[in-house]
C-alpha cells in the first residue's frame, strides 16, 4: 500500500529565506503519481503540481520548483525567496490506485513565514 | 475554479442527530470524493464515487454513508452524529481519468456537540 510521510511539521523562515519541504513516500508501483497542494489559513485546498514517476526532471514555476528522485523516493518542494503569502499547510499526496483515482494525503507541513 | 459547491459551509448539530452534506459540482466529472480533515491526520477519504449510484468506502467510512443519484450532486450523511465526527469535510473532483487532478470545493465546517 502506498504511504507518505511529511516529517516537518512546522517551519518558519523569515521573508527572502528559501525553503525546502520534504515528501517520502513509499508504493510498489512501477508507475505512479505524486501531487503537492496548498492550504492557506483561508482553509481552501489549492492544487499545486502533478509529477509521474516516469519524468524525473525537476519542475520550476516561478519561485516554487519541485525535485522528484526515484532512488530516494521523495518528492521535495523548495519555495525560493519565500513570502508572506506562501503561509500555509503544504500536503504532499501520492496517487493510491488507478482505478480508483484516489489520493493519499501526507499529514502536511505548516509553514510560517515571517517579515 | 473547478465549479464545486459545499452546502452548509457551517453546521452546529447535537450528538445522535442525523446530519447530510451536500456536494455539487458543475462540470459532470465522474469522480467524486468526501474527505475530513482533523489536526495531526491530513485528509483522509471517507467515501468516493464513479459514477452514479456507484459509491465505495474509503479509510474512514465507519459512521458515514454517501448517495450520489445524479451526477452533479454527492451527498455525505451522518445517520446519528457523535463528537468524533466533528470536523472540516472537504468534497472533491477528479477532472478525468488516469490520476488526473483533484480539485476541492471550498469545505464544511461541522460541529457535534
Known amino acids: 500500500a502506498q504511504k507518505v510521510t511529511q516529517a516537518q511539521t512546522e517551519i518558519s523562515v523569515v521573508e527572502k529565506e528559501d525553503v525546502t519541504l520534504d515528501c517520502v513516500y513509499e508504493t510498489r508501483d512501477t508507475t505512479y503519481y505524486l501531487f503537492w497542494y496548498k492550504q492557506p489559513p483561508s482553509g481552501e485546498l489549492v492544487f499545486l503540481i502533478r509529477r509521474n514517476s516516469f519524468d524525473e526532471q525537476n519542475e520550476i514555476s516561478g519561485r516554487y520548483s519541485w525535485n522528484f528522485q526515484k532512488s530516494t523516493s521523495s518528492f521535495n518542494f523548495t519555495i525560493t525567496a519565500s513570502q508572506v503569502v506562501d503561509s500555509a499547510v503544504y500536503f504532499c499526496?501520492?496517487?493510491?490506485?488507478?482505478?480508483?483515482?484516489?489520493?493519499?494525503f501526507g499529514t502536511g507541513t505548516r509553514l510560517q513565514v515571517f517579515p | 475554479d473547478a465549479g464545486i459547491t459545499q452546502s452548509p459551509r457551517h453546521k452546529v448539530t447535537e450528538t445522535g442527530t442525523p446530519v447530510t452534506l451536500r456536494c455539487h459540482q458543475t462540470e459532470n466529472h465522474r469522480y467524486m470524493y468526501w474527505y475530513r480533515q482533523d489536526p495531526g491526520h491530513g485528509l483522509r477519504l471517507i467515501h468516493y464515487s464513479y459514477g452514479v449510484k456507484d459509491t465505495d468506502k474509503g479509510e474512514v467510512s465507519d459512521g458515514y454513508s454517501v448517495s450520489r443519484s445524479k451526477t452533479e450532486d454527492f451527498l455525505l450523511t451522518l445517520e446519528s452524529a457523535t463528537s468524533s465526527q466533528t470536523s472540516v469535510y472537504f468534497c472533491a473532483i477528479n477532472t478525468g481519468t488516469g490520476a488526473s487532478e483533484q480539485y476541492f470545493g471550498p469545505g464544511t465546517r461541522l460541529t457535534v456537540t
Open positions: 499526496a501520492p496517487f493510491a490506485s488507478y482505478n480508483t483515482d484516489k489520493l493519499i
